[in-house]
Every structure is written in structure tokens, then in C-alpha cells.
């Protein structure tokens, strides 16, 4: 079963514009991370965000997580081609080993 | 430093076969997890492996097991294939897994096809 829901499915924007991508879970969390996967090949960690952390960047990315509202957000600013891809957000479950993806959110970046 | 390497990339079997997946962790690491992911799906969870012992396991039949060596490497195994098991199976490793305190990184998948 899926726990995170990422919103919107699909996204297309141009190239220099800032991409918004949700992501929204069921239970109580130790951590977020979200991964950006290129052609359905292996997933590159972005970031990870921890439970009590609110707000996190890392070059041109910036995360937020609001853990009343079991929501998460990824914003990648000044968008490039190369950031074409599907991304997705995991999270743990606490007191256990797994990660739960989300179902994803596919970003195309027209140059 | 190599990051994790997983074989072969592609594969294809014919229902009821059975087939095994290999991963070798990043160095360093000590804890490999493995997920099957569907077309258009995000990964799903099937075991992970720590300690040479399956410490974790999804919503997975006993069709899929595992095996982890002394060296930290993986196997996956499917038994009796079914067109469904279809997918990209990755490995993802990571180092003193502590309650999900830890960064997984991905190798590149193996995309199983059965047919």
C-alpha cells in the first residue's frame, strides 16, 4: 500500500519557472525524504527532513513539512530541462525498517 | 567510491521460473533494503536485510526471499514467476539504521520481465 499521496500527478512548466510538488502521508512520522528518479531508473536522494524540523533547503530546493496536517512540500526554484523526472516522497514508519513511497509526481521542464 | 551496483539490468524469464537479483551496498554500508516498483508506481517496500538477517518485510509472499553475505552484497530471489512480478527491482543501502535516521541510497534497478 502506498502511504504518501503526492499532488499534483503531473506537472509541465517552463524552463526558469518554480515547480511545486505536495506530498501528503497517513501516520505519525520520524522522517521525510523525497528522491527525483530519471527514466525509471534508481532514485537519487534530494533531501531529508526530520519530524521536527519545519523547513529545510538545499540549493535550489526547499522542503517544508507541516506534521499536524501529515503534509509535505517540495519546491524547486528557477527550473532547468535537466529536472525533467518523477519525484516522490518516502517516509517511515515509526518503529520499523521500511520506507512507504508515494505514487509520484511526474515534472517536465520545457526548455 | 563505488555507489551501489546492482545485476543484471535487465532480465527477462517465462512464467513459473525463477530468477535472483544481485546488489553490492555502497561502501561503508551495512544494511540493504529492497523494492519492487510497477510501472507508473512508486517503490513498494519487500524486505530489508541487516546482519545477514531479513529484519524487515512488506506485503510480500514467501515467493520473494533474500539472502544477505558477510560482504553486506544481496540477493533477491522470485520463485515461480507470475506476469505480475513484472518490474524494477532496486536495492537500496544504507549504514547504522537507526529507526529511519538514515539516507538510503538507490542502485539503478534491474527491470524483470516475464512473460
Known amino acids: 500500500s502506498q502511504q504518501g499521496e503526492e499532488d499534483p500527478q503531473a506537472l509541465s512548466i517552463q524552463e526558469g519557472e518554480n515547480a511545486t510538488m505536495n506530498c501528503s502521508y497517513k501516520?505519525?512520522?520520524?522522517?521525510l525524504q523525497w528522491y527525483r528518479q530519471n527514466s525509471g531508473r534508481g532514485l537519487v536522494h534530494l533531501i531529508l527532513?526530520?519530524?521536527?524540523?519545519r523547513e529545510k533547503h538545499s540549493g535550489r530546493l526547499r522542503v517544508t513539512l507541516d506534521t499536524s496536517k501529515k503534509s509535505s512540500s517540495l519546491l524547486i526554484t528557477a527550473s532547468r530541462a535537466a529536472d525533467t523526472a518523477s519525484y516522490f516522497c518516502?517516509?517511515?514508519?515509526?518503529?520499523?525498517?521500511?520506507?512507504?513511497f508515494g505514487t509520484g509526481t511526474r515534472l517536465k521542464v520545457l526548455a | 567510491d563505488a555507489g551501489v551496483t546492482q545485476s543484471p539490468t535487465h532480465l527477462i524469464k517465462t512464467r513459473g521460473q525463477q530468477v535472483t537479483l544481485r546488489c553490492s551496498p555502497k561502501?561503508?554500508?551495512?544494511?540493504v533494503s529492497w523494492y519492487q516498483q510497477a510501472l507508473g508506481q512508486g517503490p513498494q517496500f519487500i524486505f530489508q536485510?541487516?546482519?545477514?538477517?531479513?529484519?524487515q518485510r512488506g506485503n510480500f509472499p514467501d515467493r520473494f526471499s533474500g539472502h544477505q553475505f558477510p560482504n553486506y552484497s544481496s540477493e533477491l530471489n522470485v520463485n515461480a514467476l507470475l506476469l505480475g512480478d513484472s518490474a524494477l527491482y532496486l536495492c537500496?543501502?544504507?549504514?547504522?539504521?537507526?529507526?529511519?535516521?538514515?539516507?538510503?541510497?538507490f542502485g539503478p534497478g534491474t527491470r524483470l520481465l516475464v512473460l
Open positions: 537500496a543501502s544504507s549504514s547504522k539504521w537507526t529507526s529511519g535516521k538514515e539516507t538510503q541510497y
Open positions: 501516520t505519525s512520522i520520524n522522517n
Open positions: 518516502a517516509t517511515d514508519q515509526g518503529g520499523t525498517y521500511k520506507y512507504i
Open positions: 536485510y541487516y546482519e545477514e538477517e531479513e529484519r
Open positions: 561502501s561503508g554500508h551495512d544494511t
Open positions: 527532513i526530520r519530524s521536527n524540523e
